[in-house]
Nanobody, 118 residues
Framework: QVQLVESGGGLVQPGGSLRLSCVVSGSIFSVYFMGWYRQAPGEQRELVATIGTGGNTNYADSVKGRFAISRDNAKNTVYLEMNSLKPEDTAVYYC????????????WGQGTQVTVSS
């Protein structure tokens, strides 16, 4: 059973920083395409950033230049470094692991709350 456990969320003032972590257990982490998504109240879940098995990254326009996704295959962990946080970054952040070869598999973490407020 693949499990994803996020941590690192919390309350931060505008302009502040947070680092989210997501530890994956129960499978071979290195073969998974990893991503961070977020969902604000009343909104649909949206892509924040992704990182491929080779380390290539992709970001939503709203976070480019402020957020950085990385992975440590030795620790089965993906990170999201968030800087210059804005109130509109407030959301529940979810970690996603996707295996992109058959059988296709997709797993989600339970989410971690990020609140940006003064």
């Amino acid at each position: 059973q693949v499990q994803l456990v996020e941590s690192g969320g919390g309350l931060v003032q505008p302009g502040g920083s947070l680092r989210l972590s997501c530890v994956v257990s129960g499978s071979i982490f290195s073969v998974y395409f990893m991503g961070w998504y977020r969902q604000a109240p009343g909104e649909q879940r949206e892509l924040v950033a992704t990182i491929g098995t080779g380390g290539n990254t992709n970001y939503a326009d709203s976070v480019k230049g402020r957020f950085a996704i990385s992975r440590d295959n030795a620790k089965n962990t993906v990170y999201l470094e968030m800087n210059s946080l804005k109130p509109e970054d407030t959301a529940v952040y979810y970690c996603n692991a996707a295996r992109q070869f058959p059988p296709l598999l997709n797993f989600w973490g339970q989410g971690t709350q990020v609140t940006v407020s003064s």
